[in-house]
């Protein structure tokens, strides 16, 4: 009972005491319960801060916890729940959480064999863009590039352009210039002829009626032609069976045979000709109303009824 009297014991229990706390705590901040330690090298920790989230696969999985410097690389630690699976051969990437700012860690789990203690090396960590690393990298590419070649070229241009070379730039641009004021001349002749254009059918479409009678009057003459035509043929046949019929009578004209058959040839010669002038006419007549009827059918005002829609017909020529 003295013991428990002596301050001494009460000092030292609660000394033990405290410090079993503190190694308990200590233990939890270390290592809590239920998590697990995963830890990766890098060059750069710019980006990495405590406490931002650890993501495997975009579930959020646990956050950072401490960064420390070794060397010529940067440690970092994060805990990670227990039940998301850490491959040995998994990647780290670094990602911006949003485009005003902010970073995450993805981790990327690869490989079959749980990572355990091991560290993930910084050639399999990711980081975000980098202008320096950047500069770098470029540096690195225009070390390879040969600049003797380059400034010869720009030397040779150079001395291209000077001296009597001069003249030929001011010739080229002479050149563009005179070809400028072409395209402007040509411009306005354009314009010129799009006015005389609409000058045209503005005054068609002021001596529209008369066209329209016009033509109306050249397809009565056309079918008209045609009927008249196809007439002096049937005269034509009906001549040549009367002349057959007439047979036995021309026996008496037997001394005059000769003469007889001049006169009939030529009054055919006559029908003939007229009947190849007329459709001679008649073809000249269509055309000339075609070119009319296309000139109003711009305008699509054609007549409703043409003499040339109608036919009319005549012994041995149908419709």
Same mark, same amino acid.
């Given at each position: 009972?003295?013991?428990?009297?002596?301050?001494?014991?009460?000092?030292?229990?609660?000394?033990?005491?405290?410090?079993?706390?503190?190694?308990?705590?200590?233990?939890?901040?270390?290592?809590?319960?239920?998590?697990?330690? @995963?830890?990766?090298?890098? /060059? #750069?920790? $710019?980006? =990495?801060?405590?406490?931002?989230? %650890?993501? &495997?696969?975009?579930? !959020? +999985?646990?956050?950072?916890?401490?960064?420390?410097?070794?060397?010529?690389?940067?440690? @970092?630690?994060?805990?990670? /729940? #227990?039940? $998301?699976? =850490?491959?040995?051969?998994?990647? %780290?990437? &670094?990602?911006?959480? !949003? +485009?005003?700012?902010?970073?995450?860690?993805?981790?990327?789990?690869?490989?079959?064999?749980?990572?355990?203690?091991?560290?993930?090396?910084?050639?399999?960590?990711?980081?975000?863009?980098?202008? &320096?690393?950047?500069?770098?990298?470029?540096?690195?590419?225009?070390?390879?590039?040969?600049?003797?070649?380059?400034?010869?070229?720009?030397?040779?241009?150079?001395?291209?352009?000077?001296?009597?070379?001069?003249?030929?730039?001011?010739?080229?641009?002479?050149?563009?210039?005179?070809?400028?004021?072409?395209?402007?001349?040509?411009?306005?002749?354009?314009?010129?002829?799009?006015?005389?254009?609409?000058?045209?059918?503005?005054?068609?479409?002021?001596?529209?009626?008369?066209?329209?009678?016009?033509?109306?009057?050249?397809?009565?003459?056309?079918?008209?032609?045609?009927?008249?035509?196809?007439?002096?043929?049937?005269?034509?046949?009906?001549?040549?069976?009367?002349?057959?019929?007439?047979?036995?009578?021309?026996?008496?004209?037997?001394?005059?045979?000769?003469?007889?058959?001049?006169?009939?040839?030529?009054?055919?010669?006559?029908?003939?000709?007229?009947?190849?002038?007329?459709?001679?006419?008649?073809?000249?007549?269509?055309?000339?109303?075609?070119?009319?009827?296309?000139?109003?059918?711009?305008?699509?005002?054609?007549?409703?009824?043409?003499?040339?829609?109608?036919?009319?017909?005549?012994?041995?020529?149908?419709?």
């Amino acid at each position: 009972m003295r013991i428990l009297r002596n301050p001494r014991f009460w000092g030292a229990g609660t000394l033990t005491f405290v410090t079993v706390v503190g190694l308990i705590a200590a233990m939890l901040y270390i290592s809590p319960p239920g998590n697990k330690m @995963v830890t990766f090298f890098t /060059d #750069d920790a $710019a980006s =990495i801060t405590p406490g931002i989230t %650890v993501r &495997v696969a975009g579930v !959020t +999985v646990g956050k950072i916890k401490d960064l420390s410097f070794e060397h010529n690389q940067v440690r @970092v630690r994060a805990t990670v /729940d #227990d039940g $998301a699976f =850490i491959g040995d051969e998994s990647q %780290v990437q &670094v990602r911006m959480l !949003t +485009v005003v700012g902010g970073y995450f860690v993805n981790i990327d789990s690869l490989g079959s064999v749980p990572l355990g203690t091991r560290v993930i090396p910084k050639d399999r960590v990711e980081l975000p863009y980098n202008l &320096v690393k950047a500069l770098v990298d470029a540096t690195t590419v225009t070390e390879q590039v040969h600049t003797a070649s380059i400034n010869q070229s720009l030397n040779e241009v150079q001395h291209g352009l000077d001296g009597p070379n001069i003249q030929v730039v001011s010739s080229i641009i002479d050149a563009g210039t005179k070809l400028t004021e072409t395209l402007d001349r040509q411009r306005g002749q354009v314009s010129d002829i799009l006015d005389m254009s609409d000058e045209y059918l503005e005054e068609l479409a002021r001596y529209r009626d008369q066209f329209t009678q016009l033509i109306q009057k050249i397809a009565i003459l056309e079918a008209t032609l045609t009927l008249y035509g196809k007439g002096a043929s049937a005269v034509a046949m009906g001549l040549a069976k009367i002349v057959q019929g007439l047979g036995p009578v021309t026996v008496f004209y037997a001394n005059h045979r000769d003469e007889f058959l001049a006169k009939f040839s030529h009054w055919q010669q006559i029908v003939r000709t007229w009947a190849d002038r007329s459709g001679l006419i008649v073809r000249i007549l269509q055309r000339t109303r075609e070119r009319m009827y296309h000139t109003l059918e711009v305008q699509n005002t054609r007549p409703e009824l043409l003499a040339t829609d109608l036919c009319i017909p005549l012994p041995e020529s149908p419709c």
